[in-house]
C-alpha cells in the first residue's frame, strides 16, 4: 500500500500507526520556542506543553442534560484555558485568573473552570465543567490549581499553575507596536 503516492513509508503490519501519521496525530513540539517548557517531573504518557490535548468525556455543564467532550470546548478559532480545581480554596481564585487570561489574550481567548467531582462552582462567572467521571483528571494528570493552554491547533501551549497565568500569556501574545507611521 502507498502512502500520499509514494511519500510516505510504514510498516503494514500495524495500519494504526500509519493511519495517526497521516492524520499527523503523531506531530509534536517538544523543545520548540512556540510551546512552554517540558516539565520533566510529570510522568511518562502525561500530556506536556508541547504534546497533542487528549479528549475527556463526561464532563457535565448546569443545566445541560448531556454530557460534553473536551474537543467540543476546542472547536473554537482561538486559544482555550483550562483552569481545573479538587477545592474550594482555589474556586475562589478562578474567575480573577480568567480575567487576567482575557485581559493578557483579547477575544480569542476561551476559557472554562473545570471541577472535580463534588467541588460546587460558588457563583462562578467562568463557564464550569464538572469532571464527573474523573476523565479529564485521569487524561491530563491535573492536580488542584492545574493551567493547561491549549493553542488552536489543539495542541498544549503550556501547563503549569493558576499562578503563571500571565506568563504564559506574556510568551503566547506578541506585545502590542506603534503604528506605522506610513500606515497611521
Known amino acids: 500500500m502507498k502512502a500520499a503516492a509514494t511519500g510516505v513509508r510504514f510498516d503494514t503490519a500495524d495500519p494504526f ?8 496525530l503523531l506531530v509534536g513540539y517538544r523543545g520548540s520556542p512556540i510551546v512552554g517548557p517540558v516539565d520533566e517531573a510529570l510522568a511518562p504518557g502525561v500530556p506536556q506543553a508541547c504534546d497533542r490535548a487528549p ?4 464532563l457535565v ?6 454530557p460534553v467532550r473536551l ?3 476546542f472547536r473554537t478559532p482561538g486559544h482555550s ?3 481545573y480545581t479538587d477545592s474550594a480554596a482555589t474556586v475562589a481564585v478562578l474567575d480573577d485568573v480568567a480575567d487576567a487570561a482575557r485581559a493578557a489574550f483579547g477575544d480569542d481567548l476561551v476559557v472554562h473552570a ?5 467541588v460546587a462552582a460558588a457563583g462562578l462567572v467562568t463557564p464550569v465543567l464538572q469532571d464527573a467521571a474523573g476523565e479529564f483528571r485521569a487524561a491530563y494528570a491535573a492536580v488542584d490549581g492545574t493551567l493547561l493552554g491549549v493553542r ?3 495542541y498544549f ?5 493558576v499562578a503563571d497565568v500571565v506568563g504564559y500569556a506574556a510568551g503566547v501574545v506578541a506585545p502590542a507596536t506603534e503604528p506605522s507611521p506610513i500606515t497611521g
Open 17 to 24: 500507526l500509519a493511519i495517526r501519521r497521516e492524520a499527523q
Open 152 to 154: 488552536p491547533d489543539g
Open 114 to 118: 473545570v471541577l472535580a467531582d463534588g
Open 55 to 58: 479528549d475527556a468525556r463526561g
Open 157 to 161: 501551549g503550556h501547563r503549569g499553575s
Open 71 to 73: 474537543f467540543e470546548l
Open 61 to 66: 455543564r448546569d443545566i445541560v442534560r448531556f
Open 81 to 83: 484555558l483550562l483552569l
